[in-house]
């Protein structure tokens, strides 16, 4: 099945401070979808992203499908930023594993004060 | 208000019993998935539908059994041969036969067998 990479595992920012979140992937890709999961386990849609660039108040978002890759930007952290960020991909309908989603490991952001 | 709704939010059995969780949605989504979160890790699909009377397994089935007798609904039973039951579960939604299919969250049912 197609492997999801997510990086880095862990990241400690202060608020304020800017970063960015890395999914690799290993096969071509008709979905991806960025999620925030809060501190109560919740998961957050942030983006719906196969390709191209997106933008949300202080994230952003943007996938080189060419690449096999995403990026999650996160801009002026505050607190309320922390939880885990996951990428999920699919394959898409025209293969067999169309639905079977595959979620990376995830990225555990810690924003302080 | 519409979004998915997952019932209880904390489960606690007995080693040995079957145990069922509820997910139901008034998204009008065609596709349902479950998926399980061990602790500090991602998620992993268990079982996945795309149309009522028809669901697929995922990549860790064995000891699950799902049933998906209306749109709305996708119950997941934890049997007896499930080997480490107790996780975090996850049930999802996505208007899988439409063009974007975003898949959206409920609020998860924490299972503790003892």
């Known amino acids: 099945g197609i492997q999801v990479e997510q990086s880095p595992p862990d990241l400690i920012l202060q608020e304020g401070a800017n970063s960015t979140l890395r999914c690799n992937f290993s096969?071509?890709?008709?979905?991806l979808q960025w999620f925030h999961q809060n501190p109560w386990g919740q998961l957050i849609n942030l983006f719906y992203?196969?390709?191209g660039t997106k933008q949300n108040g202080r994230l952003s978002a943007t996938t080189v499908a060419t690449e096999r890759y995403s990026l999650l930007y996160i801009s002026s952290s505050q607190t309320t930023d922390s939880g885990v960020y996951f990428c999920?991909?699919?394959?898409?309908?025209?293969?067999?594993?169309?639905?079977?989603?595959?979620f990376g490991a995830g990225t555990q952001v810690v924003v302080t004060p | 208000d519409g979004g998915i709704t997952q019932s209880p939010k904390y489960l606690f059995r007995k080693e040995g019993q079957n145990v069922t969780l509820s997910c139901e949605q008034n998204?009008?989504?065609?596709?349902m998935y479950w998926y399980r979160q061990d602790p500090g890790q991602g998620l992993r699909l268990i079982y996945y539908?795309?149309?009522?009377?028809?669901?697929q397994k995922g990549d860790i089935a064995e000891g699950y059994s799902v049933s998906r007798e209306k749109k709305e609904s996708f119950p997941l039973t934890v049997t007896s041969a499930q080997k480490n039951p107790t996780a975090f579960y996850l049930c999802?939604?996505?208007?899988?036969?439409?063009?974007?299919?975003?898949?959206?969250f409920g609020p998860g049912t924490r299972l503790t067998v003892t």
């Open positions: 999802a939604s996505s208007n899988g036969l439409a063009g974007a299919y975003e898949q959206y």
């Open positions: 096969d071509s890709v008709n979905n």
């Open positions: 992203i196969p390709s």
């Open positions: 999920a991909v699919d394959r898409g309908r025209t293969t067999d594993s169309w639905g079977k989603f595959q």
């Open positions: 998204l009008n989504h065609d596709a």
């Open positions: 539908s795309q149309i009522v009377n028809d669901f």
